[in-house]
Structures are given as C-alpha cells and as structure tokens.
C-alpha cells in the first residue's frame, strides 16, 4: 500500500495469482493490482475484495511462491566520463584548482 496527496494504491504480494494480470495503463495506472485508486469506487465489490484476501490467505498456508524475475545475465556496459573520472586521492584534497587545468 501506498498513499499520496490525491490517490493510494493497493497490491497484493502474490497478485498475479490471486487477481491476474491487470491491464490498467496511462494515467489510471499504478502500482498494486488495482492502478491508482482515488476513491471507494476506484476498488472492486466488498465480496470480490474478501475473496482475494482469503485467496491470498490460502496461498500463504499452502506455502506458494512467486517465481522471481529472471536477472540479466550479462554485465552492464558503460563508460564513465573523463571529468567524472578524477582519482579519489585527490577528492580530499584541500586545493584542487591544479587538478582541473
């Protein structure tokens, strides 16, 4: 859950399997299952909503995980700018106007 100035949002942990995936996109979308929700009409009936959460109580007992996202294999590759590349014995330095000239 999180809560802003005009909107919250929602989600449950293992929300793929207990709600499916959501299709909410543009400026309706959010974190959480259930996008950006601005009022009590923005979330789904008192009936459906207690049957996600015992949906979600059942899976927590039964001991189901959520496969993680696969992490990239390879290494990111990227050049570090010379004027970023200044060696740190001098970045504690008291004078470093000759560094830069």
Known sequence: MAAFKKHCTFGFWKGSLIVGKTQTKGEEAGMGQFGRITSLLDLPSGETFIGYVKKAMELN????????????????????????????????????????T
Do not use: Q, W
């Open 61 to 100: 007992e039964a001991g189901v995980k959520v496969l993680a996202k696969p992490k990239p294999k390879g290494k990111n590759k990227f050049t570090i700018p010379c004027y970023f590349a200044i060696p740190t014995r001098f970045l504690f330095m008291e004078d470093t106007s000759h560094i830069l």
